[in-house]
């Protein structure tokens, strides 16, 4: 599974750090690998959010809209956000919480120590992390150079290796270049249905159209190569589909 990108914005850097810990504590216990990024002061923010891959690589925003984030909740929806994000603050603002409301907050958690409070984020967290490994079992995010893809894994036929250590992923309604490996692929969406054929393709089972010897056609009329070694594996693959 890709490392699930997690963010938390506010002013107080020690609360951040105490929630960031929490955070990861919970991705631990759930076995879901993140990356934690912290941001203190809007500006970094907002200047982040120009690369154009930002929105497609986040999987959950965690925000407290005071002291100069105020508008960051409506201008990464702006930027194309549209995964999971909650507030996180001391406000009691009538205004926030409309603002929470008209952004699609999942939820408005107030800070605190004591155990209720943190009881309530631990709750609304762990709400976050189950729907954001929902999403993930739906959509490939992937980005390269400033462009983004965020493609859903039942239109996608096929991956195979592309030049300069790219991966190339062949889906319904296009292609997309993007680092990474066949590998980690193949461990990553074992689970989805997709068969390593050879060493430099991993099919859809659910895109093959017919099967020879050593040759698959898919259901958009592509070929790819069946090595010896991988012959056993897509027979196993196709029968227990």
């Known amino acids: 599974m890709e490392k699930l990108k997690i963010i938390l914005c506010g002013t107080n850097e020690t609360e951040l750090d105490g929630y960031a810990a929490i955070c990861r504590g919970i991705c631990e216990k759930a076995d879901v690998p993140a990356d934690l990024l912290l941001y203190a002061n809007s500006s970094d923010l907002l200047f982040d959010m120009n690369d ?3 929105s497609a690589s986040v ?5 407290d809209p005071e002291n100069g984030f105020e508008t960051a909740p409506a201008a990464v929806r702006k930027a194309g956000y549209d995964g999971l994000l909650f507030y996180l603050s001391h406000s009691s603002s009538p ?7 008209d952004v699609g907050s999942l939820n408005f958690v107030q800070k605190g120590t004591d155990h209720k409070e943190l009881s309530r984020f631990y709750d609304v967290f762990n709400q ?5 490994k ?5 959509y490939l995010a992937v ?5 983004y893809r965020n493609i859903k894994i039942e239109d996608i036929y096929y991956f195979e290796t592309a030049r300069n250590h790219m991966i190339r992923v062949v889906y319904k309604g296009g292609s997309f270049e993007f680092i990474s490996t066949l590998q980690k692929l193949e461990e990553s969406f074992c689970d989805y249905g997709f068969v390593r054929v050879h060493r430099s393709y991993l099919v859809s089972v659910d895109s093959i159209h017919r099967v020879e ?3 698959l056609t898919l259901n958009n ?3 790819i190569p069946v090595s010896r070694n991988n012959a056993a594996t897509l027979k196993a693959a196709i029968l227990y589909r």
């Open 221 to 223: 009329e592509s070929t």
């Open 52 to 54: 154009h891959s930002f």
């Open 59 to 63: 999987g959950i925003f965690i925000v």
């Open 143 to 147: 980005s390269n150079v400033g462009e």
């Open 95 to 101: 205004a926030h919480y409309r603002q929470a409301f």
């Open 128 to 132: 976050a992390l189950q729907s954001v």
């Open 134 to 138: 929902q999403l993930k079992r739906q």
């Open 213 to 215: 010897t050593d040759i």
